[in-house]
C-alpha cells in the first residue's frame, strides 16, 4: 500500500531518491488517493522516525537495533486542506511470525472506510489478486 513514491510520476525517480539500505530513513506513500469515510478524497504517507547512529550491518539489522532501542516508529498521516495531519504514530515492537499462507492485503477490503479512489487503483486490482494466488503455501522466514 505504501512506497517511497510520491505519486506515479515519480516512480523513475525512486532509485535516486530511496535509501534502500535503511527501511528507517524513508517516507512512504500511498502512491494513490483514497476516500476517507468522513474526510473525502485525501492522500496517505508514513513518515519515519529516521533514528541516528544505528550500527547494524544491513538494514534488517538496524531495524531490529531500533526497535530494542524504542526508535522503530511511523507517523500515519493524510493529506487534509493540502496540509499533512498526523492520525496515528505506528510502534514497531518486535518482529511478527506471520502466516504466508494465511497473509491477504487488498486496499480493495474496505469495511473500515477508506476506498481506494481512481485510475492506478483500478491498474492495482489486478495485480493483488495474482500476487494472493502466488503466496506460498507454508511461512517462510
Known amino acids: 500500500m505504501f512506497a517511497t513514491i510520491r505519486s506515479p510520476w515519480t516512480t523513475l525517480l525512486a532509485p535516486l531518491t530511496t535509501e534502500q539500505h535503511d527501511f528507517l530513513a524513508n517516507d512512504y506513500y500511498a502512491v494513490s488517493p483514497f476516500d476517507v469515510a468522513g474526510v473525502g478524497r485525501t492522500k496517505l504517507r508514513l513518515v519515519s522516525s529516521r ?7 544491513d538494514r534488517r539489522a538496524r531495524l531490529a537495533e531500533a526497535v530494542e532501542r524504542g526508535e522503530a516508529w511511523f507517523r500515519f498521516e493524510m493529506s487534509v486542506e493540502n496540509r499533512w495531519v498526523q492520525v496515528a504514530r ?13 497473509l491477504r492485503f487488498s486496499p480493495f ?19 493483488y ?8 503455501s ?4
Open 129 to 136: 489478486l495474482l500476487s494472493q494466488a502466488a503466496r506460498p
Open 90 to 102: 505506528l510502534v514497531l515492537l518486535e518482529e511478527a511470525a506471520v502466516d504466508q499462507a494465511r
Open 138 to 141: 507454508r511461512a517462510v522466514r
Open 51 to 57: 533514528p541516528r547512529r544505528l550500527r547494524g550491518s
Open 109 to 127: 477490503r474496505d469495511g473500515k472506510g477508506l476506498r481506494p479512489r481512481g485510475f492506478v487503483h483500478g491498474l492495482r486490482r489486478a495485480t
